[in-house]
C-alpha cells in the first residue's frame, strides 16, 4: 500500500479539481456578472486522491478506505491507478473480505451513484461530514455506530468506511467505535487506526477533539502525524467549503458555557427513551431523529376561526433555537434541536428546600422551551437565557394530559420558585454549598397573556423585549401536550419572516438544485429560485444546508446563511406551509381584527370569569 516518496516527487499530480462554478443561471445574476464563465467538471478528480494508498489494513470488520471513484472518472486517471467500487469490492473479495455495508463520509454525491453498491446486494449509508478541521457532530457519530453495529449480526461481512481520503473523518469515526465498544483508551484507539491506515488522522483538530470528548488527558506532548506528502501540496478536501457564515442564530451556547463533558452513548439512549416514553410516542414516531416537542401550526388565514373555537393565550416567538431540557437528581442536560444531549450545569432544588432539606432535587423532570440571547439596554452586555414554555415531565411522571394552565403552573411552583428562594438564601450564607452566580445561563418562565393583550403585545411589550421576537405564539388553554403538530399551539409570524432550509447543489451542468425531505428521501424543488449576494462562488455553498428568507418585491427567495448544525433541509410540508403563509398574507392587521372580534364575543368573556382562578395563580408574577 505504501507509495515511495520519490516516485510521488517525480509523478506529476493529474486531474486537480478546481471546483469553479458557473454563476448562477437567474437572470438578474447574469446581467450583473460579465466575468468569463468556468464550467464545473463533475469528473475531476479530488485533490490529493491519486497518490493516497486506496484502502488500510482492516480492524476487525471495518476497513478503512479513501472514496473509490466511478468508472465516469476514469479519463482522468491512469489506468494503473483506476479504483472503482467494483475494483474494491473484487480486491477485498480476493483477500477473503465479503463487503455488506459501505459508509459513506463524504459531503457530496458525485464520486459515484448508490447504484455501484446495491446493485451487488451491498448497503450504502450517507452520513455527510464537511471536512477539513469540521470535527463530525455527536449525532453523526451515534448515528456511525448505530448502522455499523448493525452489520455484527451479518457473518464474516464487512464494513467499508470512506471519506475522501480515508484519514481524518474516517478515523475520527473509527477511534469512536473501538473507545465505546473495546474498552481501549483513546491513544490506544488512535495508534491502532494509524496501525492500519498510515500515517493514521493527522489533523490536530480531530485528535484534540477525541480527547476532549472522553474527557481522557491528552499527552503533555501530544505529537500529530505529519501531513501525508501526497497532500502537502493542496491540503484541501475538495468537497465544496463554503466560508463560514458571520451570521450565528441567536442563543447559541458556546462550548464554554455549557460544558464539552461527554456522555456514555448507552445513557443517551437512555434518555431519549425516556422522552418518546413520556411522550407516548410509538416505533414509527421515533424514527423521526429530530427533538419529538410539541411544534405549533402555522396561523392562516383558512385557520383564523380556530381562535374562536377554544380558549387561546397569546406570548411573542422568540428567534432563539427550539431546545428541551431534562433535570435528573445529579445532572441537568440542554437537547438540542437534533435530540443531541448536552450536560450543563444548573441547580433545580424541589420544594423540600422550604423544609430546609438541600438534598433533594428534581429527578427526570422534562420541560419544554428555548433558548435566546438577551442584550442588557444600558450596558449592551449579552446573556443567554432559557425561556421554559411547558412541561412534559416532572419527576418521572408525564404531565403532557394535564391541560395547559395546570401545567403552566407547575412549572412556576415546582421548578422556578424553589430554585429563587434557594438562590436567595444561598446569597445570605458565607459559605453556601452551591454557586448560582456560576451557572451557565439563565432560567425564566415564558410569560403567556390573554388573547385580547395581543394588540399590546406587539405594539408595546415586543419591541422593548431584550432578545429578537420574529411573531406571536397561540396556546390553547386547556390542551394536552402533543408530540410534533397540533392545533393547540398556532405561530404567526411577520410577513417576510418565512425561511426554508435547503440543500443546495451545483448540478452537472452548473445549475443551481434544491433539494427538500418527503419521506427520509431528498425531493428537487423545481422552479425555485434562490437570490446570492453578487460575485458569490456558488460551489461553495454546493453540498449545504442553507437558510433563505421569502423576498416579496424580488419575488424568490434570498440566501440568508448556512446551517452549520443542520445535516438535513427541512422537510417539504414546511415549505408548502411558508408559501401557504406568503401566498395567504396574513398581515397584522387583518389577525387584531381578527382577534378584536374574538375577544368581544360574549362567550370568550365568560370563558374568561370560568377561568379567572387560574389567570390569578398562572399570573401571579405578571
Not at 494509524?194 to 474527557?215: C, M, N, S, T, V
Not at 414516531?285 to 401550526?297: C, D, E, F, L, Y
Not at 451557572?439 to 418562565?445: A, D, S
Request: glycine share 6%.
Amino acid at each position: 500500500m505504501e507509495v515511495e516518496g520519490q516516485q510521488l516527487k517525480k509523478r506529476k499530480q493529474l486531474g486537480q479539481d478546481s471546483m469553479h462554478v458557473s454563476s448562477s443561471s437567474m437572470d438578474y445574476r447574469r446581467s450583473r456578472d460579465n466575468k468569463p464563465r468556468k464550467f464545473f467538471d463533475r469528473y475531476s478528480l479530488p485533490a490529493g486522491w491519486l497518490y493516497c494508498p486506496p484502502y488500510g489494513d482492516n480492524i476487525g470488520f471495518i476497513i478503512p478506505s479513501k472514496v473509490p471513484l466511478s468508472e465516469s472518472f476514469n479519463k482522468n486517471i491512469p489506468p494503473g491507478e483506476r479504483y472503482t467500487p467494483k475494483e474494491l469490492i473484487d480486491k477485498q473479495r480476493c483477500l477473503g473480505r465479503e463487503i455488506g455495508l459501505v459508509v459513506d463520509l463524504t459531503n457530496t454525491d458525485r464520486y459515484y451513484p448508490e447504484s455501484d453498491w446495491t446493485s451487488h446486494g451491498i448497503r450504502h449509508v450517507k452520513i455527510r461530514c464537511p471536512g477539513q478541521d469540521s470535527v463530525p457532530d455527536a449525532e453523526s457519530v451515534d448515528r456511525f455506530i448505530s448502522e455499523v453495529m448493525q452489520l455484527t449480526s451479518q457473518a464474516s461481512k464487512y464494513a467499508v468506511v470512506h471519506c475522501t481520503h480515508g484519514h481524518n473523518r474516517t478515523g475520527y469515526m473509527i477511534v469512536h467505535l473501538l473507545v465505546r465498544n473495546q474498552s481501549v483508551s483513546v491513544g490506544e484507539a488512535i495508534a491502532k487506526f494509524a496501525q492500519a491506515r498510515p500515517p493514521g488522522i493527522y489533523r490536530l483538530k480531530y485528535i484534540e477533539a477525541l480527547y476532549d470528548f472522553y474527557l481522557q488527558s491528552k499527552p503533555e506532548l501530544l505529537v500529530c502525524p505529519q501531513t501525508p506528502e501526497w497532500k502537502r501540496d493542496t491540503d484541501q478536501d475538495n468537497e465544496v467549503h463554503a466560508p463560514s457564515s458571520r451570521k450565528t442564530r441567536a442563543g447559541a451556547v458556546s462550548d464554554a458555557d455549557s460544558g464539552n463533558e461527554c456522555i456514555p452513548f448507552a445513557e443517551v439512549q437512555m434518555m431519549r427513551n425516556f422522552c418518546y416514553q413520556v411522550l407516548n410516542l410509538d416505533v414509527q414516531a421515533r424514527r423521526n431523529t429530530g427533538i419529538p416537542g410539541s411544534h405549533p401550526v402555522s396561523l392562516d388565514r383558512d385557520k383564523l376561526h380556530l381562535l374562536s373555537q377554544q380558549l387561546y393565550h397569546v406570548t411573542w416567538s422568540a428567534e432563539g433555537p427550539r431546545n428541551m431540557m431534562l433535570i435528573d437528581r445529579e445532572n441537568c442536560y440542554l437537547i438540542d434541536p437534533q435530540f443531541y444531549f448536552r450536560k450543563v450545569q444548573l441547580r433545580f432544588p424541589c420544594k423540600y428546600i422550604y423544609e430546609g432539606r438541600d438534598d433533594v432535587t428534581h429527578h427526570y423532570t422534562l420541560l419544554d422551551g428555548e433558548l435566546i440571547t438577551e442584550t442588557e439596554p444600558e450596558t449592551q452586555v449579552k446573556r443567554t437565557t432559557f425561556l421554559i414554555h411547558d412541561m412534559i415531565s416532572m419527576n418521572k411522571v408525564s404531565v403532557t394530559e394535564l391541560p395547559f394552565h395546570h401545567r403552566l403552573m407547575l412549572i412556576e411552583d415546582e421548578v422556578i420558585r424553589p430554585r429563587n428562594y434557594e438562590r436567595e438564601f444561598l446569597f445570605t450564607c458565607v459559605n453556601p454549598y452551591y454557586q448560582y452566580g456560576l451557572e451557565p445561563f439563565e432560567v425564566r418562565r415564558k410569560d403567556f397573556y390573554l388573547l385580547s393583550a395581543a394588540s399590546k403585545l406587539i405594539k408595546d411589550i415586543m419591541p422593548n423585549l431584550p432578545h429578537s421576537a420574529d411573531g406571536l405564539i397561540f396556546q390553547a388553554w386547556n390542551a394536552t401536550y402533543v408530540s410534533r403538530e397540533h392545533d393547540g399551539r398556532l405561530k404567526w409570524k411577520y410577513p417576510g419572516t418565512n425561511t426554508v432550509d435547503f440543500l443546495f447543489e451545483v448540478g452537472v451542468d452548473g445549475s443551481n438544485l434544491f433539494y427538500l425531505q418527503e419521506h427520509g428521501n431528498k425531493k428537487l424543488i423545481e422552479g425555485c429560485r434562490v437570490m446570492f449576494k453578487d460575485g458569490s462562488d456558488l460551489s461553495l455553498y454546493s453540498g449545504r444546508i442553507i437558510e433563505c428568507s421569502w423576498n416579496s418585491h424580488e419575488n424568490a427567495w434570498i440566501f440568508e446563511q448556512i446551517q452549520t448544525d443542520k445535516s438535513n433541509p427541512d422537510y417539504i410540508s414546511v415549505y408548502e406551509e411558508a408559501k401557504h403563509n406568503i401566498e395567504g398574507n396574513l398581515t397584522e392587521d387583518i389577525l387584531l381584527d381578527e382577534i378584536d372580534k374574538v375577544a368581544s364575543l360574549p362567550i370568550y368573556a365568560d370563558w374568561v370569569k370560568h377561568h379567572s382562578g387560574s389567570f390569578r395563580d398562572a399570573w401571579r408574577r405578571q
